[in-house]
């Protein structure tokens, strides 16, 4: 769960700054790894047995309390000025926000468009 949340927030952060196709990992993703991970988020929160290995149920609060702690290790792996100067807050809210609703999202570029400059 937690490669999800981290490859989701770094594939949004890319894509809204205009880039198709990120470097992520040395592996080359697009949208459809970005769709994946938060739709295996969103169907592990709301599948009643869904539970990391130690036991701990998939929940919002779970996701909620980890994106903080992959978005703290993405600015250790870009340095602080890359992080700052990045989209990752509003990524990691976009992936939030998909991941945590009641209704299945059928697109995340549908819910990050908006943000587009």
Known sequence: MRLNINVGILYIESWL???GAAALYNLMEDAATAE???AQIW???HHP???LDDGRK???DLVQ???PEELEKIK???GESLFNSGKFGLASQILEDLAVND???DFLTLKAYPYLD
């Open 103 to 105: 209704e299945f999202a």
């Open 65 to 67: 309390s980890i994106i």
């Open 49 to 51: 047995t869904a539970a």
């Open 17 to 19: 700054r205009g880039v």
């Open 58 to 60: 998939i929940s919002v």
């Open 36 to 38: 994946i991970s938060r």
């Open 43 to 45: 169907q592990w929160i």
């Open 76 to 78: 250790e792996m870009y």
